[in-house]
Every structure is written in C-alpha cells, then in structure tokens.
C-alpha cells in the first residue's frame, strides 16, 4: 500500500494512497523467505501481518479523505496498495542498512521536524499504524538525504541540515549509490506481494488475492501502476 509529500512518510505512502490515491520466492541472493514473511531482507523478515495491517490502515486514510473531497466511490486498488507498502518496508531496512554503513544517523529530533498530518475520520487503531509507518518512512527519506549530502560533503553524517527545501534535491543526489547498494543486497519477496527486481518490488499477477480481469493483471504485471479502478472488480478495491 516507490514509494509518498511533506517528507518521508507522507510522500512515500501518500503518493500511493492518492495515486492510486511498496517461483516460491522471487527475489535476488540465497535468502530464504520465512513463513508468515511478505519479504526477507538480509535475514530480516517483514511480517505479512505488518504489511496486511498497514494496508488496512492505509485503506482508511484513503477513505476519509475520500469522504473529506465527496468523492462517491472506493478506487484504490488493494493490490497494488499491498504492493507499495511491502516495498515501502523492504526500502525502510536497505536505506537503515545504507545509512548505517556510512555512519548516518537520524535523530527522533530530526524526524519531529518532518509532520505527515492524518485526516480526520481516521479510526484510533488506524491512526496508530500511519502515525508509525510515516515515522519509519519519514527517517528513510531523511537517511536518503542524508546520503546524499554525506556523497557531496563526508563531513556530513546527520540531518542537521535538511530541510524541506533541500530534501528532495540531497535524496536526488543519493539515488544512484542507493540503487548500487539495493541491488547487492539479498531481498526474497513472497509474491503475493510482488516480485524484487534488484531495487524495487514489482507489482505481479501473483499479488492479486481473487480472480480479475485480464486487464488488470496485464496492467500489474507490465506496467506496475496507473490504470483504472475499472479494471477492478470491487472486492479489489478500498478506500
């Protein structure tokens, strides 16, 4: 449910959620996926729990923003949400892995300067789970910068001087070590949840959980976004 944006968090899953509102094992390297695992990264193992859980969360934030503009119908895709959010989850570990292998750190303090704001309408147990992936997706971003600024300046190892103007630019800067780094790192993908590419998680067939229309499989599988909620019979989507 790449990636989203007041930084991080909001602009990772938000373009996600308004977008459209991240074999046994498909993946790169010998790691083997653990049961009950959407993904394994480097032995880590990101639970189909967390993910599923997420999903549902982001199905809320979807509907009461929904709701908030008086649009009248779901068309956010579950599919594809399960998609982003699994690899959202699978970025979040790589770019702590990143960040720590050039001594980067992120402080609580630096995160609090990067607010991702939950609509109203949002239930108490969902509000929790954004408030903890935006969190995560908020200090991901701010290790992406970071990267970037260190590739620049090595002096440089914290957030300190990131910003909303510059984040963007310093995570620009940042994309090609990362997408070296991504593709040496051993990551396993259950793939109800997609297919690893090297530095993404793919959208496929195999992450649809009921029969759809050829269409939007094709449309999943090649294409990876976009679409229509059409394409969808209505047990597939939320929000």
Not at 178 to 187: C, E, G, K, M, P
Request: charged share 15%; net charge positive; hydrophobic share 40%.
């Amino acid at each position: 449910m790449s990636s989203q944006r007041s930084v991080g968090g909001r602009r990772r899953a938000a373009a996600g959620f308004a977008a459209l509102a991240v074999l046994a094992v498909s993946g790169c390297g010998s790691t083997n996926l653990h049961s009950g695992s959407a993904a394994v990264v480097d032995g880590t193992p990101i639970s189909q729990t967390q993910v599923d859980k997420m999903v549902m969360a982001a199905c809320g934030f979807v509907k009461a923003n929904r709701l908030a503009a008086g649009q009248p119908a779901p068309s956010q895709p579950v599919a594809v949400l399960r998609n982003q959010l699994a690899n959202s989850y699978i970025i979040f570990v790589l770019d702590n892995r990143a960040a720590r292998k050039l001594h980067i750190s992120v402080t609580e303090a630096a995160i609090s300067r990067f607010p991702s704001p939950i609509p109203k309408g949002v239930s108490a147990s969902d509000r929790a789970t954004l408030k903890q992936f935006f969190h995560q997706a908020t200090r991901s971003r701010l290790q992406e910068a970071v990267i970037g600024e260190h590739l620049k300046d090595p002096s440089a190892t914290t957030a300190a001087k990131i910003t909303q103007a510059n984040i963007r630019s310093y995570g620009a800067a940042a994309s090609n070590y990362l997408t070296r780094f991504r593709a040496n790192q051993d990551v396993a993908a259950n793939p109800s949840y997609g297919m690893w590419s090297g530095t993404a998680l793919q959208p496929a067939s195999g992450s649809l959980s009921d029969a759809v229309s050829a269409n939007a499989q094709k449309w999943l599988s090649l294409r990876g976004g976009g679409g229509q909620p059409s394409d969808f019979p209505p047990s597939q989507l939320c929000g």
